[in-house]
């Protein structure tokens, strides 16, 4: 990949940034990652450094320009490493990277109720129905777009290499199992199961689940703590 160095500034958690390092992992696209919040907070109305005031920002630097460019917005960032990294499926056909597209949009719904539930003041009273009510509704959808899409052997778009949106279900898939532990979560959902642990299977995202990289917190808040 062409766009090196890369350096990933996210929050120390796992959160909007985790999709996007599960993508470089699985790609072996070397990276480095900043955690400097003091920085970005102090520097986060320079719209040169953050068009939109927020984190996750990937800074890249273009083949032969030497000037780091600065992206933002994850669902942006995780396609801009389709694109470079060979995530955009076989035919690169509009049609199926639309389908991609499509699993991101619903992934970004998904994470928004989770989001508004978890860092909510609310919270404790949240907790029941998203786990009664909304992760089984999404759950079930993702089942039946994969199963109606064959995705039997391999991935969304190609049989080998996983969309940039199977990294953000990936990730949501792991901030859900803090609320209902695996294998349980996904025991109703056969094809999203074995979708699953084909993607957990994978060397790079294996190697990075196991190399205590992961950060501890999901999220900003205790409950979204694993430890
Ligand atoms: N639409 C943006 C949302 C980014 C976002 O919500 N960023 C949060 C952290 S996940 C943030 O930067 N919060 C701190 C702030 O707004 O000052 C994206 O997809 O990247």
């Keep these: 990949m062409d766009y090196t160095p890369i350096t990933l500034h996210y929050f120390p958690i796992c959160g909007r940034g ?23 907070k102090a520097r986060k109305f320079d719209f040169a450094e953050y068009a939109f005031g927020q984190l996750p920002r990937l800074t890249v630097t273009p083949p032969g320009s030497g000037e780091p ?36 949009d619903a992934c970004e719904d998904l994470n928004g109720e989770y989001v508004r539930m978890v860092y ?71 094809a999203l199961a074995a979708w699953h642990a084909r993607f957990e299977a994978r060397e790079g995202v294996r190697k990075y689940l196991e190399s205590g990289r992961v950060p501890k917190q999901k999220n900003g808040v205790p409950r979204g703590c694993e430890c």
């Excluded at 900043?34 to 970005?40: E, I, M, P, Q, T």
């Excluded at 942006?76 to 499509?102: H, N, P, T, W």
């Design 69 to 104: 460019t600065h992206l933002v917005q994850q669902g942006a960032i995780l396609r801009f490493l389709a694109r470079v990294a060979g995530y955009e499926g076989v035919s690169g056909d509009a049609l199926e990277v639309a389908k991609a597209d499509m699993l991101q």
């Design 120 to 190: 909510s003041p609310q919270h404790d009273a949240l907790v029941e129905p998203f786990v009664k009510e909304t992760v089984p509704r999404y759950l079930g959808q993702f089942e039946a777009f994969f199963a109606a899409r064959a995705v039997k052997d391999g991935f969304l778009l190609s049989a080998t290499t996983p969309s940039y949106a199977e990294f953000h279900l990936l990730y949501l898939i792991q901030a859900l199992a803090l609320f209902v532990p695996l294998p349980a979560l996904l025991e109703p959902y056969p």
């Design 18 to 40: 985790e999709p996007i390092r599960l993508l470089l992992e699985d790609a072996g696209v070397p990276y480095t990652e900043s955690n400097d919040v003091g920085a970005f």
